[in-house]
């Protein structure tokens, strides 16, 4: 199977997930090593991802996480984990 | 840190039975994943904060109905992506996600077409020391249409397994993977044009310089 370009678009998503076959893994490959375009393409989506799995893209909000178990502390203090009833629950 | 079910179902049974405590840490690995969920949705932060505190708080009241069939994370993720989509409509602000609800490939192909480029240099992570950057990409990924961007983050923020999100978000596995595809296109389309203009790389300097000696008096 050769692919051209327009191909091998398609396929970027789920080669980084590793989610296609060992035979459309080797076309892509086989491309790949040919094509300077589709490897600067490939190249930059990972690039993308890279950057968006870090902790500086999307901060959690300052004290989110001080504000959260105190709101869970009162909670705990009040309310019984309920069989999924939530009579008991109180509102 | 994720810890394993079993002790997690261990933790659960301990709390129903009393040591509620136990909750805090049962929920600690989790406090992040479901505050990006809360965000993916709702696009708000202090309100993505209110809603995966109230996630959180219907997990504890619902807890004796977890029985482990799917992962603790997935169980709270599906809380939270139902926290966000009710305050969404509850806010009026939900449009009915016609887009691609029916698995049906309806955008325009051109629309996933790559930025077409010749090389490209890694841009390290550490240029994210530039606020500027950081917030250039939360705004590309803000601007996602709201399907693609949940999936998106859950995937490539959170890392659960495509399997995961299918159960978590309620759709076929297949229709994630082409959300995700059209999620990354479209960020690679935007961005990329955006990062190889902005962000310094070592090796392009002199030519930068040169050029810009050169267009002074």
């Known amino acids: ?91 | 840190m994720v810890q394993a079910l079993a002790q997690e179902m261990e933790w659960i049974a301990r709390i129903l039975e009393g040591e509620r405590d136990l909750f805090h840490a049962l929920i600690r690995p989790y406090e992040r994943a479901v505050y990006m969920t809360a965000i993916s949705i709702l696009r708000d932060s202090a309100e993505a904060e209110d809603a995966a505190q109230e996630a959180l708080i219907k997990a504890y009241r619902a807890l004796a109905s977890f029985r482990g069939d799917a992962k603790f994370s997935t169980w709270l993720t599906s809380i939270t992506i139902n926290e966000a989509r009710s305050r969404l409509r509850k806010a009026g602000r939900v449009r009915l996600e016609s887009l691609d609800s029916s698995g049906q490939d309806t955008g325009q192909p051109e629309d996933y077409t790559p930025f077409l480029i010749a090389d490209w240099r890694e841009i390290p992570s550490e240029a994210l020391e530039r606020d500027e950057l950081a917030r250039q990409i939360e705004r590309a990924i803000e601007n996602l249409p709201p399907t693609y961007r949940e999936v998106f983050l859950l995937r490539d923020k959170e890392e659960m397994s495509i399997e995961e999100i299918a159960q978590a978000v309620g759709v076929k596995a297949n229709l994630v993977k082409v959300r995700l595809f059209r999620a990354r296109m479209l960020l690679q389309k935007q961005l990329t044009p955006y990062l190889k203009r902005e962000v310094p790389q070592r090796r392009g300097w002199f030519s930068r310089m040169a050029g810009r000696m050169g267009g002074r008096p």
Request: glycine share 6%; hydrophobic share 35%; proline share 4%.
């Open chain 1, 1 to 91: 199977m050769k692919l051209d370009c327009k191909h091998v678009w398609p396929y970027i998503s789920d080669y980084i997930d590793d989610t296609v076959t060992p035979e459309e893994r080797l076309s892509i490959e086989q491309h790949l090593e040919t094509c300077e375009v589709c490897s600067a393409i490939l190249d930059s989506v990972h690039n993308i991802l890279v950057l968006t799995a870090d902790d500086r893209v999307f901060r959690l909000p300052l004290g989110y996480s001080e504000r959260l178990h105190e709101r869970i502390g009162v909670e705990l203090a009040r309310v019984e984990p309920s069989n999924g009833d939530d009579a008991s629950s109180g509102g």
